[in-house]
């Protein structure tokens, strides 16, 4: 890629960059305003260290511009128009991607596009998902928590009574938050989940199962929270929930999650190489 | 010229292009209300109600332009119905409706459904019901969506909508209806939706002829 070539790329991003200026500023105000999205000043990051990393690749690839990109950044101007006519951000944020996608297949060709095809995509879990789904999840999560932490702690003879997402010990009635679901987590574990699988496993059908499994690795780290704070207020009394430990538990649980990932990674890097007989 | 300068010129065209136009699209247009919410009647059929504060119901919706929030009572007088009616002239990133469905903190439900209601002649419409609980307190809550004279239950269908008449009119108001009825342990279910159905069926087409179409 010569410097020519890059100029002309940069002109194009910025006049990109002030297109979506608005849909842009404010998704980088949701990052800094909602905790559950603070994740998302990291991925850009991540994104452009992958770029980085095959810098080799992007040299050495011919550049052939392809005018099929051109329908592809008309798609993404689209979706921009319906996503601020009808306020809906998210349907915005998403068409940057689009249109980042048409205006490389267009300028630099397929080629070169599939060398940047995953890093541009995993730019997708820097956008705050609709607040529709986000509640939605949180709502069945919520009530799943709360079941299941009520039978496992009723197993191991605590003595709890749960009726929709509240759990009533002889000491304390607690309930079951949004906060309380992981949700806030589960967006960051499955980003966390992707960059590790497509780093560390060979396979697409590797990397999609530690992706998919990424899922209740994170719900059972959670529900294994729940129990253990509902078990410890019944021990401990109420004010477990404004101790230290409760503040912390959060993370220490999110810690040992990432911990399971990456053991559950080795497992199926493991049995990939049995089945297909490659060692590195 | 080269290839890539043709297409490098149309990309910057199409992005200039589009950029101007977004900008010149992207207004909002408000819609007043045919009629004001507050001439809602306080007293039709069986039923009676008074304003009250929306503390009272447990549920507000802030951005709103306009809302009335009420309590009604029928002929029984023991049974409760809590009335919420917001209506929203334009929306944006900032001031939109937000479903009901997504309940404060500590509420729950374990179900949700379409009901349809006939209003004789024919005629139906359609609510969304759940049963919203917290301890031992219950709430029948019955809610419905109203864009451009059209009852909807759907939430996507109604931001399908919401859109599509954002791009052909340049307006997304909308309006949402939420009812609730406390559920009490020696009453039945059953007796509860036919209350709360039989005040829907009256209400609602009192309140759409206060919404523009």
Not at chain 1, 119 to 124: G, K
């Amino acid at each position: 890629m010569n410097a020519k070539a890059l100029i002309k790329f940069f002109v194009a991003i910025s006049l990109l960059l002030a297109l979506y200026f608005a849909a842009l500023s404010s998704m980088v105000n949701a990052w800094y305003v909602d905790k559950e999205y603070s994740h998302g000043f990291l991925i850009p990051l991540i994104s452009g260290y992958l770029i980085w990393t095959k810098r080799a690749v992007i040299r050495s690839t011919p550049i052939l511009p392809d005018f099929k990109g051109y329908f592809i950044l008309l798609l993404g101007i689209v979706l921009l128009l319906l996503g601020t006519i009808a306020f809906e951000p998210f349907t915005a944020r998403i068409s940057f991607l689009i249109t980042v996608v048409g205006l490389v297949t267009l300028l630099f060709g397929r080629r070169l596009m599939m060398v940047f095809l995953f890093p541009i995509s995993y730019l997708v879990f820097m956008i705050p998902p609709p607040h529709i789904v986000m509640k939605s999840i949180a709502v069945g999560l919520k009530l799943f928590n709360a079941r299941v932490t009520a039978r496992v702690l009723t197993l191991l003879g605590i003595p709890v009574f749960q009726e929709g997402a509240n759990l009533e010990l002889p000491n304390a009635s607690l309930v079951v938050g949004d906060f309380c679901t992981g949700i806030l987590s589960l967006i960051a574990i499955i980003a966390i989940a992707v960059l590790y699988a497509y780093l560390t496993q060979k396979s697409l059908l590797s990397r999609a199962t530690l992706v998919v499994l990424s899922v209740p690795i994170a719900i059972l780290g959670n529900t294994v929270r729940l129990i253990t704070t509902v078990g410890l207020t019944y021990f401990y009394g109420e004010r477990v929930l404004q101790s230290a430990i409760h503040e912390f538990h959060g993370t220490v649980n999110f810690l040992f999650t990432i911990l399971f990932l990456a053991l559950a990674g080795k497992l199926i890097r493991r049995i990939d190489e049995k089945i297909t007989g490659v060692t590195p | 010229m080269r290839k890539n300068d043709h297409y490098f010129i149309l990309a910057c065209i199409t992005l200039l292009i589009a950029g101007i136009y977004i900008g010149s699209v992207s207004r909002e247009s408000r819609v007043r209300l045919a009629v004001p919410l507050e001439y809602l009647p306080q007293e039709f059929g069986e039923f009676k109600g008074q304003d009250v504060s929306p503390l009272r119901i447990a549920f507000d919706e802030p951005t709103a332009d306009v809302r009335v929030v009420r309590v009604y009572a029928g002929n029984g007088g023991n049974q409760p119905i809590y009335v919420f009616v917001g209506y929203w002239e334009n929306q944006n990133e900032k001031k939109r409706i937000k479903s009901p469905r997504y309940v404060a903190e500590g509420w729950g439900y374990y179900w949700i459904k379409t009901r349809t209601l006939s209003q004789g002649s024919g005629k139906e419409m359609q609510v969304k019901e759940f049963l919203n609980e917290r301890g031992d307190k219950k709430e029948l809550v019955y809610y419905c969506y109203i864009i451009k004279g059209k009852i909807v239950v759907d939430e996507y269908r109604s931001r399908v909508l919401t859109m599509l008449n954002s791009l052909v009119y340049g307006k997304n108001n909308a309006a949402l209806l939420r009812v609730a009825l406390p559920v009490a342990n020696d009453v039945s279910l059953d007796r509860v939706e036919q209350y709360g159905e039989a005040f829907i069926r009256d209400f609602l087409p009192l309140l759409s002829s206060h919404l523009p179409t």
